[in-house]
């Protein structure tokens, strides 16, 4: 599998990464090199393995189905880059 | 008389209890040893104020029936959050973050009466294994390359592992995700513990993979490993993946009798191309082991070789899942945006302007194997292969072994500058330490030589999942039969 420009900049999209025209031939070639790494990988006989969910067994925990935390707009909002009148504040999303 | 930034926990804790020092005095001569050794970036925020105000509390409490940690100064990795002081996993896009909260694990330390002198440097994000992708930049190693070549001290807990070679701390938190406390404590001579997936909380740490990342404690020995990891193992009911097991007085385990046990040596980590001197290191290892009236038997891990290429799938994959959050919305940078520019065009110059080139590379690459017509491909192959690599370990600890000898590092510590270009070259580093991760098992380094060139080499230790007072019962034996008291000289 080798990854061209075209999918280099549809990743780059993906991931929400402005990537520069002119830098994308070097990321695609970083790409290549990576996945080429991985590659090894379909050396592997994984015929009837399952894919790991969980490393060590356990179960999950269960709880009471109760409000445990809240009530702390300030405090949410303190590191906002851009907070106003107790809201998160962006650019506008809906014309 | 030592100088008592030198000092070790266990030594600390003995004369604080007898009256001879006072936390105070060991974290002012702490807080001067920062101060003079800026050249080793090391510490990226420090916090003399916080760590004097706990230090007089410390000393006000007294040392009758404390915890064994109470007035200890330690370091704190970036990748912690720390309430009221900046916590930026050293990267610029949580530049300014002040978390309003304290992570599970340093805030046990915290309540178990341990001192913060500051926040250390690392990779951004834990993404690295020379702490050269960090937005402060470089830590270096305090251990001089020949010629006086500055060196790396590994990574990612590069500025734990440089702050506790150097004695500016007695111990540090670390965080291990493919061996980012196990090998940076190899490069530095120091020890370095990676508990079991789920014995130490992962709430309040920066996420990088969530299925892999585990905190542990790095110290100038396995004694003090112990003493830190009695008090930041525990369950947690804010991380559901942290186990709730009974945590054993690691200390108490230190008996240094490890008569019958059987050590497994691998015959896959007998790698091409490996340094003679880290193949002798690996023999004398197991020699004084056996010395020690352990059995010795060779083993084999047969999908070892695919460890590292299924961690850079499936690292990037959770890294790309968890980076999703830097958004430039509710914390730390956001771009500034042009004319016109919508919240897409806010996301994606926020994320270029904020992230550094190895953790775009990560997220990108995670993007890929999780995009819809390569899930099955990438991501599920290789968390097949990972069932597989698990699997090797459980039959091997089932047939009776009880620990694993392997070196920790496939080389001594680096120059700066050397490896950066290539970052294949780069993940080879974790060659040795990322099957642990990958089967969530306990793992320690313990330096146990030097190469010819004067650097500190250390070996591994591998254990049973949650033994880990087992595991540093065998590496207390193993660091008592090596003898390694070098330290570095003093440049910086």
Redesign the interface.
Same mark, same amino acid.
């Given at each position: 599998?080798s990854?061209d420009i075209d999918?280099a900049r549809k990743? *780059?999209? /993906?991931?929400? $990464?402005?990537?520069p025209e002119e830098e994308l031939p070097a990321?695609a070639g970083?790409?290549n *090199?990576? /996945?080429g790494? $991985?590659?090894?990988?379909?050396?592997?006989d994984?015929d009837d393995?399952?894919?790991?969910?969980?490393?060590?067994p356990?179960r999950?925990?269960r709880?009471e189905d109760v409000v445990t935390d809240g009530g702390?707009q300030a405090?949410?909002l303190?590191?906002?880059?851009?907070a106003r009148e107790g809201f998160?504040a962006?650019?506008?999303?809906v014309e | 008389m030592t100088e008592l930034n030198t000092l070790k926990i266990s030594e600390a804790r003995d004369a604080l209890r007898k009256g001879e020092v006072t936390s105070v005095e060991l974290t002012e001569a702490c807080l001067a040893a920062i101060d003079g050794a800026d050249a080793l970036g090391a510490f990226v925020h420090k916090t003399p104020e916080i760590a004097l105000e706990r230090a007089k509390a410390a000393d006000a409490r007294g040392y009758d029936g404390q915890p064994d940690l109470n007035g200890i100064p330690l370091g704190i990795k970036d990748l912690f959050c720390t309430e009221g002081v900046p916590s930026q996993a050293a990267s610029r896009i949580l530049q300014g973050f002040k978390p309003e909260y304290e992570s599970t694990v340093s805030a046990q330390l915290r309540s178990a009466g341990a001192v913060m002198l500051g926040k250390l440097n690392m990779d951004e994000f834990a993404m690295g294994s020379s702490n050269e992708t960090s937005c402060y930049g470089n830590a270096v190693n305090p251990w001089k390359g020949e010629n006086g070549a500055e060196l790396t001290p590994g990574g990612s807990s590069g500025g734990s592992a440089s702050a506790v070679a150097a004695d500016l701390c007695l111990g540090a938190t670390g965080t291990d995700t493919g061996g980012s406390i196990r090998q940076p404590a190899a490069f530095t001579g120091i020890t370095g513990l990676k508990p079991t997936y789920g014995r130490c909380s992962r709430w309040g740490i920066v996420a990088f993979a969530s299925s892999l990342d585990q905190a542990g404690p790095m110290a100038r020995d396995v004694r003090d490993c112990a003493i830190m990891m009695s008090a930041m193992a525990g369950h947690d009911p804010k991380d559901s993946t942290s186990a709730d097991l009974p945590v054993p007085d690691f200390e108490a385990a230190l008996t240094g009798d490890i008569r019958g046990k059987v050590i497994g040596i691998p015959k896959e980590y007998r790698m091409d191309g490996m340094p003679e001197e880290i193949e002798t290191l690996w023999t004398e290892g197991a020699e004084m082991l056996k010395d020690a009236g352990a059995e010795l038997r060779d083993i084999s891990l047969p999908h070892t070789k695919y460890a590292l290429p299924a961690y850079y799938v499936i690292a990037p994959a959770e890294a790309s899942s968890n980076l999703a959050r830097y958004d430039g919305v509710r914390f730390g940078h956001r771009a500034k945006l042009s004319q016109g520019d919508g919240i897409t065009e806010m996301y994606e110059k926020t994320r270029a302007e904020g992230f550094g080139a190895e953790v775009k590379r990560r997220v990108m690459v995670g993007t890929y194997v999780l995009s819809a017509g390569f899930y099955d491909a990438y991501y599920n192959r290789a968390r097949k292969v990972r069932t597989l690599i698990k699997r090797d370990f459980d039959e091997v600890y089932a047939s009776g072994v009880d620990a694993i000898l392997t070196p920790a590092t496939p080389s001594a510590a680096f120059e700066l500058g050397k490896e950066v270009s290539d970052p294949v070259e780069m993940y080879l580093n974790d060659i040795f330490t990322v099957t642990v991760n990958l089967a969530g098992l306990p793992g320690i380094a313990v330096p146990t030589g030097m190469s010819g060139t004067g650097l500190p080499l250390g070996l591994q230790l591998i254990g049973r999942p949650w033994e880990e007072a087992d595991l540093l019962n065998c590496a207390y034996t193993l660091e008592r039969a090596a003898g390694f008291v070098s330290k570095p000289a003093k440049w910086w």
């Open positions: 599998m990854i999918t990743v *780059a999209h /993906l991931a929400r $990464i402005a990537v990321l970083e790409f *090199a990576i /996945l790494f $991985i590659e090894q990988l379909s050396e592997v994984v393995v399952e894919p790991m969910v969980s490393v060590t356990m999950l925990k709880r702390q405090k949410v303190s590191n906002a880059p851009d998160f962006v650019p506008k999303v | -």
